[in-house]
């Protein structure tokens, strides 16, 4: 048994299925880009055949990606393998990934099809897969509920027609650690062919046990492949948070005993970058990535790790990304400074007049605020990323009035498809009657149904990044918007969702 673990991230394809967490071609190839660095085994780019954008992106990456191999996700069908396979073209290294149900409950109620039925099919689309392809993944879905006896069945002839990964998916988040790992490990000895190919997990969170269910896989079970996402996430509760993971394999080495290609120095880059530009935001005491994950309150842990870091830390800050030197730039910094900042924060830009773009917004941000966090960078260049010129949407001006005992009101200068409206409204707070003063012009009837503010530094002179999930007609999206204001951050974000919400660009879409 190989004693690699291969990750395969899917941030960009189960990952995106969140509510809201939809991304544009760019911010996908900026992530998969991270994910390169990250150095990661396998990225999972979307799901081909789901509709031409994600079509469109997944090919996108796959020209990109060097290093890592790039994989689309595919129903059993000659169509959907077809499709995938097409897209994957350019790719330097490429996986099919094929699924197709298997537990009683997803063969009856939502295939409608007999288990032998799902046998054949299973079959007979690795075969076709095998002829385009040499690395084919595949996954039987909802496998921790499927019977044992027919799961063998179906992983037996799909690893004799080819299939090189096989992957046990714990689709509703359903298993328990030790009961998990012991599914796998038994699936692994009752099939004769099983040492033919590698071993997956994949993990949902909907117990909060999916890390640790994916890590029984890998330790009793004799998984070698755990497939997961950057921050956990995914829709519901998410999927394997892969920054949990690589570190408990990487700090448990003496348990684990496994090798990882991942260059962990990356990981809080990567974790900033979803969560941006999802809207997503980590809570402070997230494992890893969390802005309290390595900060000691206490004066007793505080006087321990001076004297010894290891009393209470196991596991060093920087070499997940964090960096003690927290002040970067200010309003001297000049451009090439800025540039070579942005390459150490693990932000590539396609031209010359994009990093001039980000430029001038740094500027006009060091002018406001004095000392720049690479949380402020990388905010900007996240925005930066998310103001399209051919946005509908766009914010001139804005001017609000609070005091005690008085309604707010504000007046707001923006642009509909470049032309300059005026709205103006009084609201329960200056947020509220900003938002309302837009709504004034636009008329979205959209639902707002998430509404936060994170401060990115920590202090009140930090920026506020405001995340804002609209709902329209079955479509959900989020925005998010950074400031040293937050109300001008909160216009900000809502535009931005607006700009998704209505964006004539097909986005792409998920599977169900
Ligand atoms: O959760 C799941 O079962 C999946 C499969 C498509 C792999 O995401
Ligand atoms: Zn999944």
Redesign the pocket.
Known sequence: MSDKLVIFD?TL??GEQSPGASMTRDEKLRIARQLERLKVDVIEAGFAASSNGDFECIKAIAEVIKDSTVCS?ARASDRDISRAAEALKPANSGRL?L?LATSPLHMEKKLRMTPDQVFEQSKMSVRFARNLMADIEF?A???YRSDPDFLCRVFEAVINEGATTI?V???VGYAIPELYGNFIKDLRERIPNSDKAIWSV?C?NDLGMAVANSLAGVKIGGARQV?CTINGLGERAGNCAMEEIVMAVKTRKDYFDLDLGIDTKHILAASRLVSQTTGFVVQPNKAVVGANAFAHASGIHQDGVLKARDTYEIMRAEDVGWSNNKIVMGKLSGRNAFKLRLQELGVTMDSESEINNAFIKFKDLADRKSEIFDEDILALVSEENLAHSHDRYGLVSLSQHSETGEMPHATVIMTIDGKEVTGQSNGNGPVDASLKAIEANVKSGAEMVLYSVNAISGSTESQGEVTVRLQNSGRVVNGVGADPDIVVASAKAYLSALNKLFSQTERVAA?G
Do not use: G, M, V, Y
């Open positions: 899917t394809r189960d996700l990934h699924f996954s879905e909802d496998a992957n998916p714990d689709t994949h949902h497939e599977q």
